[in-house]
């Protein structure tokens, strides 16, 4: 009875963990809007010459600013890789396997978007890749036996 109602508030607590990290995912990947005195006028661009006709000028489309590459979760994937992989050795539950998948898709995501629009590699995504897959590898060669890992028990010293 009291593994299930204990279970029950760790699926509750994990769900308000990556509630939490989806919401402040969210808040930071809002842009700034723009202020009210910096209004852009819509349509063509008039300037007057010497001789004081109104001509109509060209505008070059420019490309857009590549900012600094917010929002891409590289941080968030590093974190929950590190997070899944030393949790791993105080429990190993399945709950750690959804750590480590979304860590994993945050870190895909900054990686490929780092390569796609900005052509460089981000090496926290990296990291953070590699931490994930460890993660889940350490899972799987667990659950098979293949790999007998220190278990750190926590409560030993309690009893």
């Not at 000028?57 to 997070?83: K, Q, S």
């Not at 895909?108 to 460890?134: E, I, K, M």
């Amino acid at each position: 009875m009291g593994s299930s109602f204990g279970f029950i508030i760790l699926a509750v607590a994990f769900v308000i963990l990556l509630w939490t990290f989806l919401w402040v995912a969210k808040l930071m990947s809002h842009r700034e809007k723009p202020r009210v005195g910096s209004i852009e006028q819509d349509g063509p661009v008039l300037a007057e010459d010497a001789n004081g006709d109104v001509e109509e000028e060209e505008e070059e489309d420019e490309p857009p600013e590549i900012g600094r590459g917010r929002g891409y979760g590289a941080n968030y994937g590093l974190l929950l890789g590190g997070l899944s992989c030393g949790l791993f050795f105080l429990t190993q539950t399945p709950l750690l396997l959804a750590l480590s998948c979304v860590g994993f898709f945050y870190s895909a995501r900054a990686l490929v978007g780092g390569l796609r629009y900005f052509r460089v590699v981000v090496w926290r995504a990296v990291l953070g890749v590699l931490l994930n897959v460890a993660s889940l590898a350490m899972h799987i060669l667990f659950a098979i036996g293949q790999w007998p890992l220190p278990v750190l028990d926590v409560g030993a010293g309690l009893l």
